[in-house]
């Protein structure tokens, strides 16, 4: 057996290998090192994924991993407080944010999100990651006042702890940091004071806190290190026009997930702390980097598959609803202005309702399996449900959208061959295939000698594997 250690972006599978996947989650800090000219040394993050690529002779156990945790994973950006579609339709928005299943949105301190946050939590269980950074008054941007953060803190405890899930340190401050000349010293200053009086405070000391997101690798190393008063790295993971499984488009790999943890989040947490994404998502303004509806809502679903599949432990897409105002900034949401359906909206609520599986912590457990045929550029994770059926997620990781010519693209379906080895008590196999609009339309696979013929698309595809067993829970 001839096995490789690789950083999942980019598997090493030949045309027509049979191979075997071994995905593990670890925890694990500090480092690999593999002893080959052909590998560079490996860092690793807590709760980060490994692939191991093997071409095999011999069946070996893949474990599973929650199919919960993957939901768990998901969040949104919402704007409660701006002036605009937020205020205006905030009935019709809660009732489709109450359908799309998601349970984590981020917002800033505002009597607005604080309203909003307690209203969603009775309501639909949502909570709310609380995005700090008050500013001394005057005309956008004026430097932040770290004598505010007391009151912030205070108004969250009296107005909104119960929806609160998360304390988050200031945005974005190295390009809004107004007539701040010492902007370094004030967000490292300010994120020290807002970790030290939340872990002294008994009513909020259990909130994790995450990390002052900034914009650029120059921004990371300056702050420098910020282990001692964050417990998540944050990221903004903006892959512009690009397909989420992209190795990047300038120095360093620039814009592609190894860049963002490589670049941004090792200098923020040198520790290899775990990372939360607080944004990340497309928009649909071609000028400056847009992309189509139909692509976004393929780019959706499999980012945050990516983003999970690499370690990331939530990703906050932005944002819930097109804004409105001119240019790219108002074209993000998941919904449009008139808070119709974007097919990225779709994406995130099908694929919360497929894996969906709140209940108390169990162990996966573990599924032997390989793939034959065309398995090129294929992404895959398995994960299980409580009552023993296995969910079986796999896609291309491959362009959609054309960046040069800003027209959708349709990359030829792999049909593969999936062998299920010593696995009688799989009774029988669903597909559920995403279509381009992000509809799922499902489809009874027949399984033959323990085998199944299915085709990989650019698209989301997951397959259930239903156990003949008893459940792992009842």
Not at 197 to 210: E, F, H, N, R, T
Request: proline share 5%; with cysteine.
């Amino acid at each position: 057996m001839y096995g490789i250690i690789q950083t999942i972006p980019s598997p090493i599978i030949g045309k027509g290998m049979k191979i075997f996947a071994v995905v593990f989650q670890i925890h694990l800090l500090g480092y690999i090192k593999v002893n080959s000219t052909d590998c560079l040394n490996v860092g690793i993050r807590d709760l980060i994924w490994i692939i191991i690529t093997i071409s095999v002779t011999k069946a070996q156990k893949i474990p599973a991993i929650s199919a919960d945790s993957f939901v768990e994973s998901i969040g949104v950006n919402t704007r409660w407080e701006n002036p605009n579609v937020y205020t205006r339709n905030y009935t019709a928005i809660r009732i489709k944010l109450g359908e799309s299943g998601i349970r984590y949105v981020r917002d800033g301190t505002y009597q607005g999100t604080y309203t909003r946050a307690i209203d969603l939590y009775h309501s639909f269980g949502i909570r709310t990651n609380m995005l700090t950074g008050r500013r001394f008054s005057g005309p956008y941007p004026m430097p932040l006042d770290p004598s505010q953060i007391d009151v912030e803190l205070n108004q969250i405890k009296t107005e909104a702890l119960p929806a609160t899930v998360s304390l988050e340190a200031p945005n974005e401050y190295d390009i809004s940091h107004g007539p701040d000349t010492d902007w370094i010293g004030t967000i490292k200053n300010y994120s020290s004071i807002l970790y030290t009086k939340a872990k002294a405070d008994a009513m909020l000391k259990d909130l994790p806190v995450i990390g002052p997101s900034l914009t650029s690798p120059e921004a990371y190393e300056a702050v420098g290190n910020s282990d001692q008063f964050i417990d998540y790295a944050n990221l903004h993971m903006y892959q512009y026009n690009r397909w989420p499984g992209s190795s990047g488009w300038g120095h360093h790999g620039f814009g592609s997930i190894t860049w963002f943890i490589n670049w941004h989040a090792q200098y923020q947490s040198p520790s290899g702390k775990s990372i939360q994404a607080t944004e990340s998502g497309y928009n649909n303004y071609f000028p400056v980097g847009g992309i189509s509806e139909e692509a976004e809502g393929k780019y959706t679903a499999r980012m945050l598959a990516e983003f999970f599949r690499r370690g990331i432990t939530r990703t906050y897409r932005y944002e819930l609803v097109n804004e409105g105002q001119p240019g790219g900034e108002g074209v993000y949401g998941l919904l449009r202005n008139d808070i119709s359906e974007k097919p990225s909206f779709r994406a995130i609520k099908n694929l919360i309702t497929i894996l969906n599986d709140r209940g108390p912590d169990f162990t996966p457990t573990s599924l032997n399996y390989v793939f034959d045929g065309s398995v090129n550029d294929i992404r895959q994770i398995l994960f299980q449900k409580r009552n023993g059926d296995f969910y079986l997620m796999v896609w291309l990781e491959l362009p959609s959208w054309d960046v040069k010519t800003d027209i959708d693209l349709y990359p030829s379906p792999q049909e593969v061959l999936l062998t299920l080895l010593n696995n009688h008590n799989i009774s029988a196999a669903t597909l559920y295939a995403f279509n381009n609009d992000a509809d799922v339309k499902t489809f009874i696979l027949p399984i033959n000698n323990n085998q199944i013929t299915f085709n990989v698309t650019d698209k989301i595809n997951i397959i259930k594997l239903t156990s003949s067993t008893n459940p792992i829970l009842n």
